[in-house]
């Protein structure tokens, strides 16, 4: 078989592949609304369809939620399992999008176009990328790779809930030596990346109550205890004049970058006064003996999301607040103990609680940090083929998110992933007016074709 062959097909019939990906885009998968359950369901069936059309064994597979679709290329035990998702995110606000969020568009810009709809980037323009590389292998070659599972679910964006049961239902089915997730992106929208490390999650709030009501605060100012007061002094020794975050035992756990992947990220040349200028902002503001790559990959954060109390509304109320909370995230590295980190972050806030006050807590969730080995021979085999079809070395990245569905995989089916991805930062991920570029659709779908290729070639 020639790779130039193919990837020459490839090319002619961009149009064509361009075509089904809009077909998928103008279904409104939102995971997160109910009202939109039959659309879910909807994208489910149309990528069985696509599957089974390529000779995929595909099926639709019921969860307690949304569906999953699952696709067999041969009756083997799989080698690689590519996951997707196929719901996207609500479009609210509406009135901020210049098309209909469901009627993708094609803008101009200065290569070959942005396709602009939601979904198209996060996840279903990446998740395309594979399909239409089996396509075209299978037009090429006359049968699909073999040793290949796809595993997509429709819950993602709404935290998974029928993904662990199903998980653990199909363990059997799904276990192979290796996942693949295309949910990630291009570094600095421009150098082709492996994420090897994804931060953990914690996710918090607490309420601090002191009155049993609002107060007036010329009668009792300067007597009773102001719950927004304790509140601001809780956040402000949550790190010290170093940024550094100041629970107990907070950092065990995390380890400290190797020489040579510093080396690496430092030959990445990350300008982080460009990267935080394009926010409006210049300095970074985490631990100060690190540097602007590590704070954003390899090292914790703990952040407040969110704080509520008082009065709020317009004009002026002169109140003593009876429930003043916060909401409190934190992304881990390496070996942290989620649950630690949550027992120690009450203990902390107790501590600093006075008399009179009250307390309640309410946990949103928590999930390991990820770390990838690099053993597996297909991490070789991809950066090679990034590497080729972007013309620039193909980079081992850290990424400041978190993907639970690597740990999953991990902790449920024993087995690594490697995550790649072909989005670009400005791909308003989440936003309004999200997009994905042609170029990077199209450049995705040769890169997994070359993956193909050289993993043909090798067995």
Not at 68 to 73: C, F, G, I
Not at 217 to 244: C, E, F, R, W
Not at 441 to 449: D, E, P, V
Request: a negative charge.
């Amino acid at each position: 078989m020639e790779l130039n062959k193919l990837l020459s097909t490839i090319d002619t019939e961009l149009d064509q592949s361009i075509n089904r990906l809009m077909e998928l885009l103008r279904i409104p998968s939102i995971s997160t609304n109910p009202q939109y359950s039959p659309d879910c369901l909807k994208a489910a069936e149309w990528l069985v369809k696509e599957l089974n059309t390529i000779g995929f064994s595909a099926s639709v597979r019921k969860t307690q939620g949304h569906p999953m679709v699952v696709a067999h290329s041969s009756s083997e035990k799989p080698q690689l399992l590519f996951y997707g998702h196929y719901d996207v995110q609500p479009v609210d606000p509406v009135e901020a999008w210049n098309h209909h969020p469901f009627e993708p568009t094609i803008l101009p810009n200065d290569s070959k176009g942005v396709i602009q709809a939601r979904g198209s980037s996060d996840d279903k323009g990446q998740l395309m990328t594979f399909i239409e590389a089996c396509r075209y292998w299978k037009k090429q070659t006359g049968q699909l790779p073999q040793g290949i599972s796809i595993l997509i679910e429709g819950e993602e964006e709404s935290a998974s809930p029928s993904l662990i049961p199903f998980l653990k239902s199909n363990k059997d089915e799904l276990k192979a030596e290796l996942a693949l997730i295309c949910d990630t992106g291009l570094f600095a929208s421009k150098v082709p990346a492996i994420i090897t490390q994804l931060r953990g999650l914690v996710a918090m709030e607490f309420e601090i109550t002191a009155p049993n009501k609002d107060l007036h605060s010329g009668l009792y100012g300067g007597l009773a205890v102001n719950p927004l007061n304790i509140l601001g002094k809780i956040i402000a020794n949550l790190h010290d004049q170093n940024g550094t975050i100041t629970i107990p035992d907070f950092y065990e756990g995390v380890s400290e970058l190797t020489p040579e992947r510093k080396v690496e990220w430092d030959n990445l040349q990350f300008d982080s006064s460009d990267f935080l200028g394009e926010v409006g902002l210049l300095h970074p503001a985490g631990e100060k003996t690190k540097s602007p790559l590590e704070q954003l990959w390899s090292r914790p954060t703990l952040d407040v999301n969110g704080i509520k109390g008082g009065y709020s509304g317009d004009g002026f109320k002169t109140v003593i607040p009876s429930k003043a909370s916060a909401k409190i995230s934190c992304r881990l590295v390496g070996n942290q103990d989620p649950e630690k980190i949550i027992k120690n972050i009450k203990e902390f806030v107790i501590s600093h609680l006075p008399k009179d006050c009250q307390i309640q807590f309410i946990d949103h969730g928590a999930a390991k940090a990820c770390e990838m080995p690099l053993t597996h021979p297909m991490f070789a085999t991809v950066k090679k083929s990034l590497s080729e079809e972007f013309s620039t070395n193909c980079v081992f990245a850290g990424c400041g998110a978190s993907i639970p569905i690597a740990g999953f995989f991990q902790d449920i089916l024993g087995m690594n992933s490697l995550l790649t991805g072909f989005s670009k930062e400005n791909d308003n991920i989440h936003s309004p007016n999200e997009k994905y570029d042609i170029d990077s659709f199209h450049k995705g779908i040769r890169s997994w074709a070359r993956v193909l290729y050289y993993v043909h070639q090798s067995n």
